[in-house]
């Protein structure tokens, strides 16, 4: 028998074995059954602080222990715990925890840590790599070196301008400025920053903070220098949105939070905020109060999606609730600044579409700054406690809201009025046949108007009805307008009790605009007759093509515009005031001028209502990027063609810094005032007046000069060439002959008689 050719009687010891034979590669094989060894400590975790025990009660806490790693989502195995003890049988009150993953060390530390696991006793969790650089820290302490305490400059310092001039951001290319606006509307830069924010830049609503939008998050801005204030960490945030006393700040981003390892990476959020995308944070202190999830989007009953709607939270006026709609269900009211559920539980109201807050009318306003002034001054009484005081029952004014739910079944629609944190139902109304509504709120919340659109019977025509409550009056009295053409746009009167309403009966306007094509419309002002205290109709013009309303935060002045156009891009401006009889209501409602700024995307009033700009954005492709800065009669004061012009904005001024008395003593002498107003008015027109004149003369100056330099280095280029000039005396010594002549002069003649 022979094996591979070869008899096996013939193998020995002494043979030789080609090596070629041999020569394999087994490396897949080894490292498929290499041996494991754990070469790191990652994964485990030091807990201190555990109760003492002795061997007839290890059993029982490590059951406890497992338990409460269990409730923070953190299953480890009892086998993996070593307790050490002592001589005496007794545990040191420490534990060694091997885990699963350095992940599960990760969250174990997080959630844990300083954990209270009983009455007597709190965990203190680290991680077994930290053992020795704690182990070597000194016996002698050494304090910090603290950084210089540098002065923040005072947030509202622009109000202190001696030329009273509102601020405004100009976001050009990745250049970002903050400009003075003075009367002649050229502006003049304060500050600026290269790559100062990279999305766009945010006021809040009193114009203290400046945000600016980053990759990490969100940068507060504010002080003379604009300081930074804080930063929000939130990665890849989109959108942000202050509230109205400027105490919070909501931020949203369309990836859901992810916990990081990253030590460098800032560790603000936990296990419970992981898969949210929107926070909400405290602005002074910077602080993250919670983070909510994003709602999954309801299909309608006939299957479309509900549109992405910013903000998802909606502010009270006095910043002590936020709400947010689920479709159909509920709303959910939240407490500020603990951020829990109002009543622990939403509001539910079966089909419900919209809502809005009710804003702050002046003294609302002012009592809600006055109890901020007694619990500031409360808790700094406190040995300088920080925390606020308690609020007092019944101190607080309640909150309100408007909403409107559909017709469901056999019930008709409905729009209701609710006070918080009551929940009592202060006024409803029943609506038929309706096709949609849009609640508007005058600014002070003296009125409220619901836009309905309604449908005929046959649903083929639509037409609306304007819903009048007034809010202030008892019992909630309700005013009814029905428009038979269809309602593209409406606008209350800042602080008044005027509106404006844009119509038109143009029926492809259901269908969206027609690119090149503009839809007639027509422009039509309301308000409340003084003599039988209704609402009714001023005035009416026809022929218009505007489908937009600017009212000036000051009221009066209006601007109608035709936006998102792009054939026309006109812009009218209004004065509701202008010489006004009382025997005919409407009468000073004037047109003042007719204008256009083409390529205009956005229009902004200045918080004073003097100055209103018109801007094209590259952001929404405009065909002339740039802006031009307008008065409020209508005259052009100043215009700029930007490349890669991207936003502007004014800075927004707080309502008034002045006590009641100090607002009494300038009305009683507004007169006085005006003359220094108009006498600084002057002087800055001369001014612009001689700052023209020079800069002429030094324009002429510079053309003499170039003229004159010109001229010399023509002459240097003839001479070059042999090429003398005519007109030029010849200046060579040698073809100069010098000519002497001798003049007599009689000076004095004496004649003499010799006799």
């Known amino acids: 028998m022979s094996t591979n050719g070869r008899n096996p009687n013939d193998f020995s010891d002494e043979e030789e074995i080609d090596e070629s034979e041999l020569d394999l590669n087994y490396g897949d094989i080894e490292e498929k059954f290499r041996p494991k060894f754990q070469d790191t400590f990652d994964n485990l975790i030091v807990v201190h602080g555990a109760p003492i025990v002795d061997q007839s009660k290890r059993d029982r806490l490590i059951k406890a222990i497992v338990a409460t790693f269990a409730k923070k989502k953190i299953h480890i195995s009892d086998t993996k715990i070593e307790m050490p003890q002592d001589e005496d049988g007794l545990s040191k009150g420490y534990l060694f925890i091997e885990l699963d993953h350095p992940e599960d060390a990760d969250r174990a530390v997080r959630n844990l840590h300083d954990y209270p696991f009983d009455k007597k006793h709190r965990f203190t969790v680290i991680r077994f790599t930290e053992v020795e650089r704690y182990s070597h820290v000194p016996d002698v302490f050494v304090p910090p070196v603290l950084e210089e305490y540098k002065p923040r400059g005072h947030l509202k310092s622009w109000l202190a301008d001696p030329q009273t001039r509102d601020q405004m951001i100009l976001y050009q290319g990745e250049d970002v400025k903050v400009a003075w606006h003075g009367r002649n509307g050229v502006p003049e830069v304060a500050h600026k920053r290269t790559k100062w924010t990279e999305a766009y830049t945010a006021w809040s609503h009193e114009g203290t903070i400046l945000a600016t939008v980053h990759t990490q998050g969100v940068a507060l801005w504010g002080g003379h220098n ?18 109205p006393m400027e105490n919070y700040l909501v931020t949203w981003s369309d990836q859901p939070i992810e916990l990081s390892n ?27 109060l919670r983070t909510f999830p994003v709602l999954n989007d309801q299909p309608t009953e006939d299957g479309a999606r509900i549109k992405f709607q910013w903000p998802m939270f909606k502010w009270s006026g006095d910043d002590r609730y936020l709400a947010r709609i689920t479709p159909g269900q509920a709303i959910s009211v939240y407490e500020t600044p603990g951020m829990g559920l109002l009543e622990k539980k939403s509001i539910k109201i079966e089909g419900v579409v919209d809502f809005e807050w009710c804003p702050l009318g002046e003294k609302e306003r002012e009592a809600v700054l006055e109890a901020q002034k007694l619990v500031e001054q409360s808790a700094g009484q406190k040995n300088g406690a920080s925390e606020v005081a308690p609020k007092k029952k019944g101190t607080e004014q309640p909150s309100m809201m408007a909403y409107w739910t559909p017709e469901v079944a056999n019930q008709p629609a409905r729009v209701s009025l609710m006070a918080l944190p009551s929940r009592d139902t202060l006024r409803s109304k029943n609506l038929f046949n309706v096709h949609d509504a849009k609640i508007h709120w005058q600014s002070n919340g003296d009125y409220l108007c619901v836009k309905v659109d309604r449908h005929t019977k046959t649903k083929k025509t639509t037409y609306c009805n304007l819903e009048l409550f ?17 309602v593209t746009a409406f606008a209350w009167e800042p602080k008044g009790n005027r509106f404006v309403l844009i119509t038109t009966s143009d029926p492809s306007v259901s269908q969206g605009p027609i690119p090149g094509q503009a839809i007639k419309t027509s422009v039509h002002f309301y308000g409340i007759d003084s003599k039988k205290g209704e609402f009714r109709l001023l005035k009416s013009f026809d022929g218009k093509s505007c489908n937009s309303v600017y009212w000036s935060p000051k009221g009066r002045h209006v601007i109608t515009a035709t936006m998102e156009s792009t054939s026309k891009f006109d812009l009218e401006f209004w004065d509701t005031d202008l010489d006004e009889s009382e025997k005919e209501p409407g009468s000073g409602i004037q047109l003042l001028a007719s204008v256009e700024h083409y390529g205009m995307t956005e229009i902004q009033w200045d918080p004073s209502g003097r100055y209103v700009a018109t801007l094209g954005s590259i952001w929404v ?5 740039g802006y031009a800065i307008w008065d409020f009669k209508g005259e052009q004061l100043h215009k700029a063609q930007l490349e890669r012009f991207k936003q502007l904005l004014w800075r927004p001024r707080p309502r008034t810094l002045l006590s009641k008395e100090a607002q009494r003593k300038i009305r009683k002498n507004f007169r006085e005032y005006s003359k220094v107003f108009e006498e600084e008015d002057q002087l800055e027109a001369s001014n612009v007046s001689a700052e023209l004149i020079a800069h002429r003369r030094r324009l002429l100056d ?21 090429k003398l ?13 010098q000519i002497q002549e001798w003049i007599e002069e009689v000076i004095e003649e004496t004649e003499t008689v010799i006799g």
Not at 472 to 486: A, L
Request: hydrophobic content about 35%.
């Open 226 to 243: 604009f300081d930074r204030i804080h930063r929000l960490y939130h990665p890849k945030v989109k959108l942000i949105d202050f509230s």
């Open 262 to 288: 990253d030590p460098q990476v800032p560790q603000v959020f936990t296990e419970d905020d992981q898969g949210h995308s929107i926070a909400v944070w405290e602005v002074m202190t910077g602080k993250l």
């Open 470 to 486: 007034r809010v202030r009056d008892k019992s909630f009295p309700v005013d009814v307008i029905e428009i038979k053409d269809t």
């Open 621 to 625: 492709n405009s065909m002339e990027a």
């Open 702 to 722: 510079e053309w003499d000069a170039w003229r004159l330099s010109s001229k010399r280095q023509l002459l240097l280029d003839q001479e070059e060439m042999g």
């Open 725 to 737: 000039p005519m007109d030029k005396p010849v200046d060579r010594k040698d073809d100069v002959e």
